[in-house]
């Protein structure tokens, strides 16, 4: 057999004519820096510390042409408040602010008009025992008082004595039916007796009797009421003046309310229709002023901006003067809340 012929040499390899022949091959190119680690320091405060939501509540009053302005925010998560509260009439002349600062256990109030500042304190020692004080700056006047709940629910005694002490302190015992307080009271410049105030109630007759003594002047109130109907008269003693207020509902929208007092024979009388939560029409007569009135409230009227739709509560009111129809007035509310 014959030879086998043998594999051809490789090609010669060509220069790259970017490089000479004999020149190196380039560099790699320099790796990226490495970025510096963040502060562990710097990371904990900055993912704890928040900006603070700002509310902003204004109102507008057309009887009196004021602006007031409230703006209050959180701090320290939530542990204490700050608040400015100022007005401005309709020139656009504001008045000096009114601020606050309040937390649990303290309270500052300060007003830049007559440069007062009022504090506030509360310490609770134990579960039934607390402290609370007030002291006015300005005034070089105070009180201090002490709250003890008693074992049993319900019952609490407390005392009060303003400083500069001028007397006996006040003590008043609050239980379940009411509560009585024991004053000093200064009846004339030299003399000084203990006076008794005092309230209780009690279920009689499936209502609810109240008796309210205060300045020897006792008040007794009856008060029945169900789903439909309710019945409060109520008597002063010595005086004998007897008044009594009727209620009638009528379904879940419609209410009326007359008011009655039988030792000036004047009377007063309110209906009352709402539309939702949030629509109210309220129409009276008070016969003391001659005064016939309607209102209409958007949003809640015993409620805040916040609960209202778009945060805003609106009133608008007629007023009819009955010996002088044409200087009726028509006045409007607004009151509108922000949160920044």
């Not at 901006?305 to 009955?322: E, G, I, N, S």
Request: charged share 20%; proline share 10%.
């Amino acid at each position: 057999m014959a030879e086998s012929a043998a594999p051809p040499p490789p090609p010669p390899t060509l220069p790259n004519p970017n490089y000479p022949a004999d020149s190196p091959p380039p560099p790699p190119p320099p790796a990226p820096s490495p970025s510096p680690s963040p502060n562990p320091i710097l990371s904990c405060f900055s993912s704890k510390i928040k900006r603070p939501s700002v509310r902003v509540t204004s109102e507008f009053d057309s009887d009196s042409s004021v602006f007031f302005h409230k703006v209050s925010c959180k701090l320290f998560d939530s542990l204490a408040k700050l608040k400015v509260s100022f007005n401005n009439d309709h020139k656009g002349e504001v008045s000096p602010p009114h601020v606050s600062f309040i937390s649990q256990y303290l309270s500052i109030h300060y007003s830049f008009e007559d440069q007062s500042t009022l504090l506030n304190s509360s310490v609770d020692v134990g579960p039934r025992l607390q402290f609370r004080a007030s002291h006015d700056l300005k005034a070089q006047q105070g009180e201090a008082t002490m709250v003890a709940k008693l074992a049993d629910p319900g019952y609490a005694f407390q005392l009060s004595s303003p400083f500069p002490s001028a007397g006996l302190p006040k003590a008043t015992l609050k239980f379940p039916l009411g509560e009585v307080t024991l004053e000093e009271k200064e009846e004339e410049e030299t003399n000084k007796m203990l006076s008794i105030n005092g309230i209780v109630k009690g279920q009689l007759l499936n209502g609810l009797c109240t008796a309210h003594y205060m300045d020897e002047e006792l008040k007794l109130r009856y008060s029945f009421k169900d789903e439909e109907l309710s019945f409060i008269p109520s008597i002063s003693l010595p005086s004998n003046a007897l008044s009594f207020a009727f209620k009638r509902r009528f379904g879940p929208s419609d209410k009326l309310s007359y008011w009655y007092n039988f030792d000036s024979n004047y009377w007063s009388t309110v209906y009352k229709h709402t539309y939702g939560k949030d629509l109210k029409l309220k129409a009276g007569y008070d016969s003391e002023v001659r005064l016939g009135w309607a209102s209409l409230w958007v949003g809640d009227e015993g409620g805040k901006a916040k609960t209202a739709p778009l945060k805003m509560k609106v009133q608008f009111m007629l007023q009819v003067p009955q010996d002088d129809i044409r200087s009726s007035a028509l006045m409007f509310r607004v009151k509108k809340r922000w949160d920044i």
